[in-house]
């Protein structure tokens, strides 16, 4: 079922917009109204990194007036394998910068407007409140609830990906959509009604994703932004879509309001909502975590002590701390590796930030070998403190 138009159409096109979006004007469904609603319309897209980046490109080239960019980071070599908004000359230079010339170069007769401040809850619905639907394309939860939250508080639509190897999933959440589109509010919450254990979900920054993954989840979000901008078509809200990029399936789920979840009244503290690292690891991490350069200085010492990677295969393919033995989080979490721990030495967990080997320190502790510690800063720390000629990730 089609939903109002979200945008009333703008007075005019001017004759080099008449040319430029041709294509759309000779669509029905589209024509001059619609292509008018596009340029009155203003998205703020969350995030100019994997998923922010197709959108903001298409949503840039379909004509969209005004876009807001977020994003408080930098550019990494790392991003240039997925977040094609950005180029080599770009590395170093602020994502949202970047992404700014990048739709100035598709579309000069779109206006972007930056917000290169982290986003919390003392800022967001204050950037939230002057646009029409917000897309957001972070990759971690205690963003997407703060972001779905502050959409219900103004009542905005919020389209929302989310990618993790090969595998993908969008909707369109709307708390409060018009009566007369006749259709149930949904929220975020409604899907989620509880974030997952910390640990339990790694980030892509942990697992990885499929670069050209993104194009496919970020150009469905932007397509869902031009419907309801428009009021063409049959939007997700009420539907998940979920992608296998091995199997190349596309199906949907439907989506029902939790009645238990409760009304959104206020922003919380989304940090600890989410939990970022668990109690119990922060509980085994106090007292227990050292530097890098510690962790050095102890290698140079002579010291006797067992030096465990909790990461994949696959990372330690890419990089480890020399001496090292690989052991994955998970072996230890089960219990299936335990056995293999020393029980005579210290032993020092380290993964790639120090997230997951606070984790494992916890589980080793509950299992009585409390003389273990963890790296603060994993072995990205390594890199940046100590080795720098080794590749970070």
Known sequence: MSLPPLV?????????????????????DVAMTGQKRLKNAKVLVVGAGGLGSPALLYLAAAGVGTLGIVDFDVVDESNLQRQVIHGQSDVGTLKAESAQRSVAEINPFVTTVLHTERLDTSNVLEVFADYDLVLDGTDNFATRYMVNDACVLLGKPYVWGSIYRFDGQASVFWADPPPEAGVEGLQYRDLYPVPPPPGMVPSCAEGGVLGILCASIGSIMATE??????????PLLGRLMVYDALEMSYRTIRIRKDPEVKPVTELIDYE???????????????????LATELKAKIDAGEDFALIDVREPAEYEIVSIPGSVLIP???ILSGAALADLPQDKEIVLYCKSGVRSAEALAAVKAAGLRNSVHVQGGVLGWVHQVDPSLPSY
């Open 272 to 290: 600890s909502f989410c939990g970022v690292v668990s109690e119990e690891a922060q509980e085994a991490a106090q007292g227990s975590t050292i």
């Open 225 to 234: 932004a031009i419907k309801l901008i428009t009021g063409i078509g049959d």
């Open 8 to 28: 009333e159409p703008a007075a005019e096109l001017t004759r080099d917009e008449v040319i430029r979006y041709s294509r759309h004007l000779i669509i029905p």
């Open 329 to 331: 989080k998970g072996d």
